[in-house]
């Protein structure tokens, strides 16, 4: 049965949340030096509230859409609402850094419970494959243009209110979503739920957790024993949460889902597409700003073609898959990715705008085109009772790419910046980061302080060369495994195979 009028409105409903989430994901990292000067923060406070926000999404993700399909994806969405728009009064005038660690953690637990009751509700609303996949382009659209959108919006509220006015933006929306979700979205759960396991959502935030602090962490301070320990214990406590799964005769997550090669290679693409978006806003952020030396505001802008190129990318994905099979078009968005990957890795000290607005707008574009597709991929696997638990995972996997992007490509671009600062007698306060080495020669008298900051902008641009190949390799590597993993998916309208609740494929 199709949709009709009520449904594509309530989509407008659901793509709100999705789109504030992903501002909120990117808008922080322009408020942070407003927000060490007014509540100086130490240094591992300044971290926590960084990373507490991602942290608690991803554990939390996978649990909570397990709950959605048990006591309603509706219901869970605006307690989720609720959750989300406190914390963020709270935050926005928060007094101390520990509050604002605080509220932050509560943000990741509402965040937690909206991303996965919107993709799992527009499963339960759009029954028809051909609306589905537009509706779910529309949706990871949104969720693209709120990654390119966060920059523009964090630069251009804090040009003009205090850092707590980026915080404060969640509320008309959150209000807005509470006040028409009862009206225009359907409550759907699973008619049969089982009994909800705490052991294995323990297990699963007990595994995911460590596992990012410790990715993270080895991006930002490199290898260590602490962080290495967390990730061996992240992932032997996820062996024995699969091990459960297996077992139990109601699992959280059917791991059964992970026998179809499609499933597997669309959730391989969807992690490696956002593994490769967010690691280069890792670069991008810092050379708009500290090489290039564009304001807030201005690096914002600088995002606005990428961002209009993910949204038409994200609009064409439905209707090349209707003549193409979605292996091919998961080839050419990895393809044409890889390119602009390719243009960025070719930039330098003298400021290339055309280079930087061409390389982030393939990027964007060829990247959105395989999240897109391959978002309904993985949510048209799911039975419909069992949605809420896979797009947990889906959004668990966006998180698990994101972390591993930081950390991988943050560590090639940081073991260059060193190796060429180092080479150049550069002083031991100026190898962290650039931000610090253009602080160190701040403080330095002339012409040090100027040879300092060209030497720590070129070490930069070198890093960033080498970490942008690295993304471009990834990208391409895929892209010649995609056509043959999904070669079982046909195109839109024809009958393919779809795993049944058993794990055998049936014909739809």
């Not at 407008?12 to 989430?21: H, K, N, Q, R, T």
């Not at 099979?325 to 960025?344: E, M, N, S």
């Amino acid at each position: 049965m199709k949709a009709g009028r009520k449904q594509w409105i309530g989509l407008a409903v659901l793509v709100l949340p999705v789109l504030l989430i992903s501002v909120d994901l990117h808008v922080l990292s322009y408020a942070l030096p407003f927000i060490s000067a007014s509540l100086a923060p130490s240094g591992s406070q300044l971290l926590w509230i960084i990373d507490i926000y991602p942290f608690m999404l991803a554990g939390l993700l996978l649990p909570m859409g397990t709950l959605g399909d048990r006591v309603g994806r509706r219901r869970l969405l605006m307690a989720g609402a609720a959750a989300f728009g406190a914390a963020s009064a709270v935050a926005a005038f928060s007094p101390s850094a520990d509050l604002l660690i605080v509220t932050r953690a509560l943000l990741g637990v509402g965040g937690a419970t909206l991303m996965p009751s919107t993709l799992s509700l527009i499963r339960n609303m759009f029954h028809d494959d051909g609306q589905r996949r537009i509706a779910i382009s529309i949706w990871t659209g949104a969720f693209a243009g709120g990654a390119m959108l966060g920059p523009l919006m964090g630069g251009a509220l804090l040009e003009h209110f205090w850092w707590g006015s980026v915080f404060l933006v969640n509320l008309p929306v959150m209000a807005l979503l509470l006040i028409l979700a009862p009206l225009l979205l359907p409550e759907s759960r699973d008619p049969h739920p089982s009994r909800f396991d705490l052991l294995s959502a323990g297990l699963s935030l007990a595994a995911i957790l460590p596992t990012i602090y410790g990715v993270q962490h080895i991006a930002q301070d490199g290898i260590g024993w602490l962080p290495v320990l967390a990730i061996a214990t992240g992932l032997a406590l996820g062996v024995v949460f699969v091990r459960r799964q297996r077992s139990t005769a109601e699992p959280m997550l059917d791991v059964r889902l992970f026998s179809s090669r499609a499933f597997t290679a669309a959730i391989s693409t969807n992690t490696l597409g956002v593994f490769a978006m967010v690691g280069s806003s890792l670069f991008t952020t810092q050379y708009l700003q500290m090489v290039m030396g564009a304001r807030p505001l201005i690096a914002g802008l600088y995002a606005l073609p990428s961002a209009g190129m993910a949204m038409l990318a994200a609009g064409l994905a439905p209707v090349l898959v209707r003549r193409v099979r979605p292996g091919l078009v998961v080839c050419a968005g990895l393809l044409v990715g890889a390119g602009g990957f390719a243009l960025l890795s070719q930039l330098d000290v003298t400021g290339q705008t055309g280079l930087l607005i061409a390389g982030i707008m393939l990027m964007a574009g060829g990247v959105t085109l395989v999240l897109t597709v391959s978002s309904d991929l993985i949510i048209a696997t799911a039975p419909p009772e069992r949605a809420g638990s896979v797009a947990g995972l889906s959004q668990v996997a966006t998180e698990f790419g994101g972390a591993l992007g930081i950390s991988l490509l943050g560590s090639i671009g940081t073991a260059v910046y060193r190796g060429h600062l180092a080479d150049a007698g550069a002083p031991e306060s100026a190898l962290d980061t650039l931000g610090g080495a253009l602080e160190a020669a701040r403080h330095l008298p002339e012409p040090a302080g100027i040879t300092l900051a060209a030497a720590a902008r070129g070490a930069f641009t070198h890093g960033q060369h080498y970490a942008m190949i690295a993304a471009a390799v990834g990208l391409s590597l895929m892209a010649l495994l995609a056509p043959v993993m999904l070669r079982s998916v046909r195109r839109a309208g024809r009958p393919q195979p779809r795993p049944d609740r058993s794990g055998r494929h049936v014909m739809r």
